[in-house]
């Protein structure tokens, strides 16, 4: 976003507006956590402004601050069409293509408002007028504290804020220790808590608050772990029986891919869960180094997202889509043995 684009920006800001604010489907702690900053940011600033997510997150993040001010999609469509029909502005967060919307895909492709995207992830599309994209950021919530700070504005970071942009940070780089994790991000994390972010409690309430369900499905996915050697690859898969039967909530399988990346001499690591609901094998795939997941996803998963870490889909059974990516792997094999 260059220095016009701030200009105008800031021009459109200087007199109350109906805002609204999105995010991709099946939110995360960086969806959240950015949408909610900006939301917080953008009503001191004087406008009306509304988040509205396509669906549900986990509940892991319902004590983040205005959480429960979100709007979603899927539950309240009628309220949340109306206000993205009203909309002068509409920000899109943590994506950069109107199809990660979800159901709001169609409507928020018939919107008169101008849009504006903030997104970390590659390959953006046009849709925007203005575009934030910056694939080297661990986060869009680390873009929202740059987005202020051009903005002028880095006074105005509450407490609240402060602790929205910094889980979205922590969790979008696994408690700041993926690659994407820089000198900046540390400096921009120390002020975060010196505005009043509580590391600690954002920590503990992120991660210690397991379940007994969530425990038990941990040991399911240590339980069907599995090692390919000759590929310096670990992949978990889980079906819907033994999701159902361990009372399974959105969220629950945060972060169990990267049990299989924690192996000794683990490159690349993939876990599969079935979801009959959506008529889907969703598939989430971690690396190391070199290689990248990313387009590994975009050519064999309809999916994509960053270098080390990625999502997908498959619309075949649980175990057509193991087979189908393990006869994928030969033609990896060199790189993965790098």
């Not at 502005?89 to 995207?117: C, P, Q, W, Y």
């Not at 361990?246 to 969220?251: E, S, V």
Request: with cysteine; proline share 3%; net charge negative.
């Amino acid at each position: 976003m260059n220095d016009k684009d701030i200009h105008e920006i800031k021009e459109v800001l200087r007199t109350p507006k109906n805002i609204v604010i999105t995010a991709h489907k099946n939110p995360d702690g960086d969806a959240i956590g950015s949408t909610l900053a900006l939301h917080q940011y953008l009503t001191a600033l004087g406008h009306t402004s509304k988040v509205i997510t396509p669906n549900e997150y986990p509940n892991f993040l319902k004590w983040i601050p205005k959480e429960d001010t979100i709007i979603k999609f899927d539950s309240n469509t009628d309220i949340a069409i109306s206000e993205i029909e009203k909309a002068d502005l509409i920000f899109t967060l943590d994506f950069n293509h109107l199809s990660r919307s979800g159901d709001m895909e169609n409507i928020l492709a018939k919107a008169k408002a101008t849009f504006v995207m903030i997104d970390h992830h590659q390959q953006p599309d046009d849709y925007a007028k203005y575009t934030y994209s910056d694939v080297t950021m661990c986060s869009t919530c680390q873009m929202i504290y740059h987005f202020i700070e051009k903005m002028n504005d880095l006074d105005k970071i509450t407490p609240e804020i402060a602790t929205c942009i910094y889980v979205g940070i922590m969790t979008d780089t696994g408690s700041f220790r993926f690659r994407s994790t820089t000198s900046t991000t540390h400096r921009v994390v120390a002020d975060l808590i010196d505005k009043g972010a509580d590391n600690t409690s954002i920590h503990e309430k992120i991660y210690d608050s397991n379940t007994i369900s969530r425990l038990r499905l941990k040991g399911i996915a240590l339980n069907n772990l599995k090692v390919l050697p000759e590929y310096n690859t670990a992949y978990i898969s889980m079906s819907q029986k033994e999701l159902d039967q361990n009372n399974f909530k959105k969220g629950d399988t945060e972060g169990f891919v990267n049990l299989g990346l924690s192996i000794e001499g683990i490159k690349f690591a993939v876990i599969f869960i079935e979801n009959k609901g959506e008529g889907i094998i969703k598939i989430s795939l971690r690396s190391k180094g070199d290689f990248s997941v990313n387009e590994f996803s975009r050519n064999h998963f309809e999916g994509g997202g960053h270098h080390n870490a990625a999502g997908g889909k498959s619309n075949l059974s649980l175990s057509d889509t193991i087979d189908k990516f393990i006869s994928i792997l030969p033609s990896y094999k060199n790189v993965l043995n790098q």
